[in-house]
């Protein structure tokens, strides 16, 4: 058993590693340390109603002693609570923010993609938990980028729910402006791409980034009109995540809402006349946040990499 | 570890025991028989895709040889399945139909209502499982009923989500004509009436059923005019629910999305003037149908009441 | 042809009005003035994007000559303005708050519920647009008062869409709170009780109102036990709105999205066992305020009371 | 006045023809003949609860002595239909199926683009009424393929509303299934693509189609990598549409809501670094069906183009 701190535990990201963590064989509520200087003393029923009557903890300001820290905090302050907090030396940390994503301006950090740096993030005491977007992306272009398949133009649209902005209230998450309503934002612009090319390396993509009236999931379609080799394509991504337990190739079109509220990666392929499209869907919170931080922190620990994440789907 | 059967494995409340029964610690894959005349030969994962890539179980169409039969059969079709179908002494049978839920019609049943019969549950091995709506309403006025302050008028109005309805399609469960709408049906008329004052007795109860535009829960107000001493009211209620596992009495106004996707209860209490409001909010495949299955199916074998059911809200 | 004046014209009655008033044969972007201090200055299309491309109107910050004023405003500003601002003498005013609703302590002013006050509200200059859920539970239950009939308990469940909250963010209008969910709120305590009462008199009132998962749109049911003529009841509200262009009742259990975007307000009827259930839906936005307010507009000015109000629902 | 008969009038795109053609100001209630041999008898109040209380119309199983017919069939059904229904000389048609939108294969009909064709619709008296997708993306692309700057691969998203996938329920339009979910479907099959290259002529066009959780509305995000001249781009599509009713270029990212339930296209546009993306947004049964043949009919008979189509937008 560990000790876990939740450093920004009322966000959603927070909410979701409290749900994840209570319920972890090797953490639980004794092991559990929920920080959040805006609901310190509050019970965390309160703050997370579903939680109420399910437990007692209680919010706290401060994270005690804890084995690992788990930053969800907003962009910019994760560096800042490191600064101002001195740590143990045995103490593992997953940022969950983009502080730290950048490997090259951040020496001693491993960015926490397991299916590509599994290995590293096992002796890594300072992982930076990739972003949603584009563990989606990266999760459907990984394989084509190790094998050279990734030489021509990338177009990809990618939607995401309201969660991924946080729960600070803004026009665009407002229930009257999101209800059944889709735009883009950010186009050709996204700061996830940065971390993108740093897992890929120099891929010419174009990536649309779109609003959806839901508010958990991840549906990207990657094209990629000059793949003249399809069934070289589809069998390296097949072959590629034969093993792994958070992707699987399925055999037709997915439907996201079949990974919401789950850990796993779902992709589907179709190719036609030297185009490929790759559809990848995640849960934000989860495979692309809290679920993916857990799955980190079971490898940084070198607990079963599933421990705490064989969660059911809630589908309908 | 025990062999369970689910007849109806491709439906909404099927597909819910199976998700249930793969990570509950008594059954498991090994332990489990998908039986689907529909589906038989396909795989759990092209019928319910959210476990594609996650479990190879196959549906079949025989039941084998299980410990314990879950019927998640068209109402009326349960009652034919067990005629048709010998089972040896040992077995117990969890039917999820109304069929067998007019105790005075069918002798040897019990009414799977853990919280009033818990004891009968523990030694019986047929187990009529309530109505979604049936199980939100009498935790709501059980307390009342067994103090016996429910003498005057109970008007009770209840939304439930489309997954109430069945996987068959129906105008009413069309996206079309659900999104964004909200309509009363069967009014007065609704058949839970009977199970209802079954528990409770000798209700005036005026029960408005409501279809609402989500998919999964049920939020129900009942309103008692004459309680002229609210206090003693709201203190039967929650003392009787302070020691059950999936009943919470909440200190304030409960939001139904907090019991989605899980097995609890959220109970919530206002009075002014003489007038009581209790709101009871659940899950109405979880805690209305597949989750108290596995609830009473616990009880039944001796298990952990709460095992395979701590399951993680999805929240947003 | 008149000129009006929409003050508040960024909020979502205002952007209603400006809809409405654009396309009224008797006003027209010529006759409109749309004030806004947040907002002068820029154009109706950036404001309100759906009228992008449509109208090269843009906000200002002063009201200008109008012949009718309508205040768009939070409660409480709407008297505040009146008390800043002179306006001639055959100005007439619509307010859409609740500032002078409480006819008592606002001498002057009617009551603008044209099914009941038509006579007074043409010859009135000041007009108290009534409350969104005061208009579905007024028309539901109106004939019964004016006939005697609601002489015992009255228990009202009404269901509002997010717009009812105003544009102003906050937790229960956040897409991640509000998809998929139901709670209530302010039981027994809604503020809109007081005009009820003014309406219908003393009755024994006990209302629940709810929030729901939609943006526009009020579903109520009027739920009255001790209702021993039914027939006699159901017949006092069908004859009472035999003649009434916008409220309609219907032979089946309405559904609230069939007056989304209209300013029909659909009634339902369904008794049994000496209990009514009256089922009222309106769109809180336009019967529930600015349709309604055009309404009154019509009726002050002896224009055709339908005009400009003769809308295409959405349905879908 | 002229006489309007629509073939189909139980169906959306049926349904929403009645709701326009009743309000406009050429054909209205008494022009109107609504023709279905599933609902010949019913009041149109029944078939669309929007119309209760509104009209007193009646579906009828004969389509009388019509000016113009609209055929709202399944596709396949408009050529049977046409086959075996013998129309006067004089009679205009505007067919909303596929049936006829192959040109070659069908000579004497016109494709019902006005933006594009509005010269031949004023003269034909066979309009085939483009499809809801095929619509969007060729306003998209429309004035890049007229200047010559469509040679580059040109990747098209578009998602989509129910609606969109018709009356008649399926797995896919199930209430259960669609809620919160995004799918691809028909990658890079779709049956629209015949007519966008019919319209635009030889262009590399990957279209992915796909199913979103909304009931009305397109949201088309067009990308073109090898867009050198950036500026030239922006400035054709804009310049084109300046005098268009209903194609309006916004200054921002749009957001699809904004033209539902409105005959608008609303279109953004943004590059960088030699890459457009296109966003088009539509009401796929308005401006993508029913609007459209509306704007066809007044182009048919020398009305109004915008007649009976200045709608208010549902917006929030």
């Known amino acids: 058993m560990i000790r876990a701190a939740v450093i920004g535990a009322a966000g959603y990201t927070g909410g979701e590693l409290i749900r994840l963590l209570l319920r972890h064989p090797n953490v639980g509520q004794a092991g559990l340390t929920a920080v959040s200087t805006s609901s310190a003393g509050r019970r965390i029923g309160e703050v997370h109603p579903d939680l109420s009557g399910s437990t007692d903890l209680r919010c706290t300001d401060h994270h005690g002693e804890p084995d690992v820290v788990f930053l969800c905090l907003g962009h910019g302050q994760s560096s800042r609570w490191l600064a101002e907090n001195t740590l143990a030396a045995h103490v593992r940390v997953v940022d ?8 090259t301006a951040n020496p001693g950090w491993t960015y926490g993609l397991p299916e590509k740096y599994r290995q590293a993030i096992r002796g890594s005491s300072r992982v930076a938990n990739p972003g949603c977007f584009a563990t989606a992306i990266e999760l459907a272009l990984l394989p084509l980028a190790e094998t ?8 990809v649209h990618a939607i995401t729910g309201s969660t991924g902005a946080g729960a600070q209230p803004s026009e665009t998450t407002h229930y009257a402006w999101r209800e059944s ?29 779109l609003r959806g009236p839901f508010t958990r999931g991840i549906h990207a ?31 037709n079109e997915p439907a996201m809402k079949a990974v919401v509220n ?20 995640i849960d934000n919170l989860l495979k692309g946040a809290s679920g993916q931080a857990v799955q980190n922190m079971n490898l940084m620990f070198g607990f079963d990499e599933t421990a705490g994440l064989n969660l059911k789907a809630s589908v309908y």
Not at 200 to 208: I, K, Q, S
Not at 222 to 251: C, F, K, N, W
Not at 262 to 281: A, D, E, K, Q, R
């Open 96 to 103: 969950l923010s983009t502080d730290h994503r950048d490997l």
């Open 148 to 155: 050279g398949l990734l030489t021509g133009d990338v177009v």
């Open 181 to 209: 309503n889709v735009s883009t934002y950010k186009t050709f612009a996204h700061q996830h791409e940065a971390e993108i090319r740093q897992v890929l390396g120099d891929v010419r993509l174009h990536f649309v980034p």
């Open 221 to 251: 379609t990657s094209v990629i009109p000059g793949m003249h080799d399809l069934q070289q394509a589809i069998s390296a991504i097949t072959t590629r995540y034969a093993e792994e337990p958070y992707v699987h190739v399925v055999s």
């Open 262 to 281: 789950t850990n796993n990666c779902h992709i589907g392929l179709t190719g036609s006349n030297g185009t490929l499209c790759i559809v990848s869907c």
